[in-house]
C-alpha cells in the first residue's frame, strides 16, 4: 500500500488508527474529522495519478473510511463514557 513492505505498512495502518483515537477522544468532536478528509484527499490523488483498477481503489477506499470512522465512533463513545463518569462522581459528592 504505502510500498515499504508489509510489515511496516501494517505498523502505519496501526499508528494512523490509533492517531485517529487519539483525536475522536478530544472534547470537540471536529477533530476526528481530520483524518478521514485527509484519507479521502489522499485516495483521490492516488486515483487520479495512477493508472490501477477504479474498483480495486475504490475497494481500498471505502475499507480505509470505514476503518477510521469505527475509530471515531469508538472515541466519541469513550468521550461520553468519561463525561457521564465524572457526572455521576459529581452527583454522588453532591449527595453526601
Request: charged share 20%.
Amino acid at each position: 500500500m504505502f510500498g515499504l513492505g508489509g510489515f511496516y505498512d501494517v505498523l502505519i495502518v496501526a499508528g494512523f488508527l490509533a492517531l485517529q483515537y487519539f483525536f475522536a477522544t478530544r472534547r470537540h468532536f471536529l477533530w476526528g474529522a481530520i483524518l478521514p478528509i485527509v484519507f479521502i484527499g489522499w485516495r483521490i490523488y492516488m486515483v487520479s495519478t495512477n493508472d490501477s483498477n477504479l474498483l480495486v481503489n475504490g475497494v481500498i477506499t471505502i475499507v480505509g473510511l470505514l476503518f477510521l470512522l469505527v475509530e471515531w465512533k469508538s472515541g466519541r463513545d469513550a468521550v461520553k463514557k468519561k463525561i457521564e463518569k465524572e457526572l455521576n462522581k459529581m452527583q454522588s459528592h453532591d449527595l453526601k
